[in-house]
């Protein structure tokens, strides 16, 4: 698979095969199949199931099978066929990714760019029936943890005691977390606008509903219950704690992303979740429902490793050891090897459940990503410094302090108002003023930032940084820096 990433393609990994080792037809030619092959007149598979490894380049997956060649994953890559011309939408990163994996559309099609995009038509959250007659057009669609009824929660707000080892007990119908007062609200119904409304196409999981056939998904968001597409019903069994909630427990001081042990204990969940489901339960393991017909989950630990300056690992106690790769960009450091190590025993035991089973030739397995990282070197990586955004992150609206050009302050949309509703004007630095060519601050969304910045001013000498994100707009990129936190995207 090969994705765009400020401007330079990067291999994606996607695999498939049956669980039991028989090889699916690849479109490039890779153990193609065909009569008298001996996998060629097998029954149809009745049940998919998805695993999407944030982050995992096709040179990660090939490194890991060249160093491990009786692990999992060379037992899928040996046995399955690999979609070498596969791509991943752009710009690429978790949302856009994942929707692209269960509908085939590109942004231009899907509706979906990112998580945190502006929206000219719809009217901004809150706003009320009363006002809809008169509110001005102009939204940020805030589709990430900011919806939660609770974001600092594993459950996102459901109430469940003994969290994190009740967390198998949230909700399979996520939307009831949501909070309606953080949705962009829809001009003409003056209604809220759920993440499955926003999507333009209809998703194979919907398609799998249609036909009777049963659905089931696990993912970081309860948004993203956009999975479940225009309907609303696409996917029936649909488990979705949230990852930047307090770790491991509420009121922690990092969320589930910032330790990458944390970040195992929280995939962990969703694996036990698909368990469950192969063994015909829903994802609590309670309710005897029938395997999925569609179904998976995706993988947080080796995007984490992969971003996290240092980090413990499940061997090194309470040493930090460097993430990311190695110097060249080549071999995986020792936070992103035991990352992949992680994976590659969850897949190991997810394929031991299918065949206690008896589903091994009824279950073709899927592996892929939602995107890369970019730069993969750690020497090409420039990324904002952690500290300007201490306790940002934190904050339910996102809003975060800011630098921006003096030439801002006279032709930005907020100049002169103090306020534009995504974020407000701020002092300028001691001593600074625009004529100076000072830097002022303002608090800002990441939104705020990509509707505020012309697109001239990209490639200036200036660091814009959002906050969230953690990423820069560089002279040296296009638009992204990738750095430590849970998104990679393209802006």
């Excluded at 080549?330 to 992949?340: D, I, N, R, T």
């Excluded at 035991?349 to 990282?373: C, M, R």
């Amino acid at each position: 698979m090969r994705v765009l990433s400020v401007g330079t393609a990067v291999g994606l990994a996607l695999v498939m095969a049956t669980a039991g080792g028989a090889a699916m037809a690849a479109g490039d030619g890779h153990n193609p199949g065909g009569p008298g092959d001996d996998h060629h007149d097998r029954a149809a598979a009745q049940h998919v199931l998805l695993l999407s490894v944030d982050g995992m380049h096709q040179a990660d997956l090939d490194w890991y099978v060249h160093e491990h060649p009786d692990s999992a994953l060379a037992h899928l890559v040996g046995n399955g066929a690999s979609f070498s011309k596969a791509q991943t939408p752009v710009p690429s990163d978790s949302f856009p990714g994942m929707i692209a994996q269960v509908t085939g559309g590109n942004p231009s099609s899907t509706g979906v760019y990112y998580d945190d995009t502006w929206n000219a038509a719809l009217l901004p959250a809150g706003t009320t029936p009363a006002a809809c007659a008169t509110a001005a057009p102009g939204a940020e669609v805030t589709y990430f943890e900011q919806l939660d009824k609770d974001p600092h929660a594993l459950d996102a707000g459901q109430g469940l005691s003994g969290l994190p080892g009740s967390i198998l007990s949230m909700t399979a119908t996520p939307a009831r977390l949501i909070d309606p007062a953080q949705l962009p609200v829809d001009p003409t119904s003056c209604q809220p606008v759920y993440p499955h409304s926003y999507l333009l196409v209809n998703t194979v999981l919907e398609v799998a509903r249609a036909a009777g056939l049963r659905t089931a998904w696990a993912d970081k968001h309860p948004a993203y219950e956009i999975l479940n597409g225009p309907s609303g019903t696409g996917i029936q069994d649909l488990f979705t704690p949230e990852i930047n909630s307090d770790a491991p427990t509420l009121g922690s001081s990092v969320d589930w992303t910032k330790v990458n042990t944390l970040t195992q204990q929280y995939d962990s969940s969703k694996v036990q979740a698909v368990i469950n489901e192969i063994s015909g339960f829903d994802h609590t393991g309670v309710t005897k429902v029938g395997t999925p017909a569609i179904f998976g989950m995706n993988f947080q630990t080796v995007s984490t490793a992969q971003k996290l300056p240092t980090s413990i690992t499940a061997t090194s106690g309470t040493t930090t050891l460097p993430g990311g790769y190695q110097p060249g960009g080549q071999v995986p450091g020792p936070v992103l090897s035991g990352a992949l190590d992680y994976v590659n025993a969850s897949v190991g035991t997810l394929l031991t459940t299918i065949h206690a089973a008896g589903l091994d030739d009824s279950t073709v397995v899927v592996l892929s990503a939602k995107h890369g990282q970019s730069p993969q070197d750690p020497n090409a990586l420039n990324p904002t410094p952690d500290a300007v955004h201490r306790g940002c992150h934190r904050n339910r609206h996102r809003r975060c302090r800011c630098t921006y050009p003096p030439e801002w302050l006279g032709t930005a949309p907020w100049a002169g108002s103090g306020r534009r509703g995504f974020g407000s004007r701020g002092p300028a630095a001691p001593g600074a003023t625009a004529a100076a060519g000072g830097v002022g601050y303002f608090s800002c969304s990441r939104a705020a930032v990509r509707k505020m910045a012309p697109r001239r001013w990209v490639n200036s000498a200036w660091v814009v940084t959002s906050v969230v994100n953690q990423s820069s707009w560089l002279p040296s990129a296009s638009f992204f820096s990738a750095s430590t936190t849970d998104s990679s995207a393209a802006w």
